[in-house]
């Protein structure tokens, strides 16, 4: 196998390399996922969620910002910080807003909010949404008549949709809704080599066409069993949010965290995932590189060197749309990304392990710009048929 470290394929700028900004006194610390903004004056905007695994050699907020002033090439790390852990930012006419959960990593971790009117140089006090614990990290939200809808999960098996007037201060918690919490069916027999179990966790909601979809990573049997993620729906009346289970359906990369947007220029929806190579310990060569391999983590299914996008129609069917990176080593990954349509190009912020820990354990924070992304399914689209009168009509 390849031994460079750099990638085979794919070009990146580093956002944040937290190994060489944060010192530690014991332990070390990854990243969540990454979010995208543009802000008020063109700039970009990326949010760096930390998870503390250990001691710092001084105390800090988890979650940092970084802002780019020539499209993603350099960054600047700004001064303000917060307690997050996990979350997204979201623009809204000259506010920003970052909502998530923090700042303890999946334990009583309320769903919070925080706004900056002046394009993320200071942010305000957190406002508490919802009382947890709830998780999820930078993943697709819908904006669809006058609300947002994003959804949450308590990192085990119990998932939400929330809701938030934006005609309405999204600092105020009376501009949000929540669904009941819908548990997930256990995993279908047929689905596992026996085990049978499933952990739901870092859903995307959609608006396919008029209706709110969320599509779910699922993990089943520790990846034994990979690209299967779970397709809800939600039904809002203005009251209350109707959230239901719809079905398990094939979703590339649902293993581990992945992410859609929707394009309104190709009318389609676009994804960031990791497809896996190995999945049920079938090749003994890859096995023992994984077991004398001391940074990879996990069984093979947790393979994340290849970060691949994908289109479709429907954010149900998958179409490959080729590769944004490809890592060389199996202990490094580019993975749990966030997505930000700019102009032509699709923007991935992605949480890299380069010289991390391991695969999962990262180092930095790393921007891909996918140019021109839309030519890569020009040809997807069906063309219009022109229909000729039948042999021996008028």
Known sequence: MNTATEPAYGDYTVVYDHYAAIPMQEGYIITDAPSL????????????PMIIKGTPASPFNPLHFCRSEDAGRTWTKLPATSVFCCGTLLRQGQMLYFVGAGPVHRQDSDLQIICSADDGLTWSEPVTLFEGPFYNPATGYAIRNGHVYWCADTGRDMTYVIAGDLSRELTDPRAWRISDGLPIPPVPPALTRGAGSGKILEGNVVDVH??????????????????????????????TIDYRFRQFHPLP????????????VSTLYWMTANPTTHSQGQNPAFNAELERNPRYAGPPGKERRILALYCSFDALNWLPAGYVIVWPLVRQASNYCGLLIDGDDLLVA???????????????????????????????????????PEAGTS
């Not at 903004?37 to 760096?48: E, F, I, N, Q, Y």
């Not at 990369?253 to 309104?264: C, E, L, T």
């Open 350 to 388: 992605s949480r890299t392990s380069r010289h991390g820990r391991t695969q999962h354990d990262n180092d930095l924070t790393a921007l891909h710009r996918v140019r021109n992304f839309r030519a890569r399914a020009a040809m997807l689209h069906p063309g219009e048929e022109i229909l000729r």
């Open 37 to 48: 903004v543009k802000t008020t004056d063109g700039a970009l905007l990326c949010s760096v």
């Open 210 to 239: 008029g209706r709110l979809q969320v599509s779910w990573r699922y993990m089943i049997d520790e990846r034994d069993t990979v690209g299967v993620g779970v397709i809800c729906d939600a039904v809002d009346d203005g009251r």
């Open 253 to 264: 990369g649902a293993q581990n965290q992945f992410h859609i947007v929707y394009d309104d």
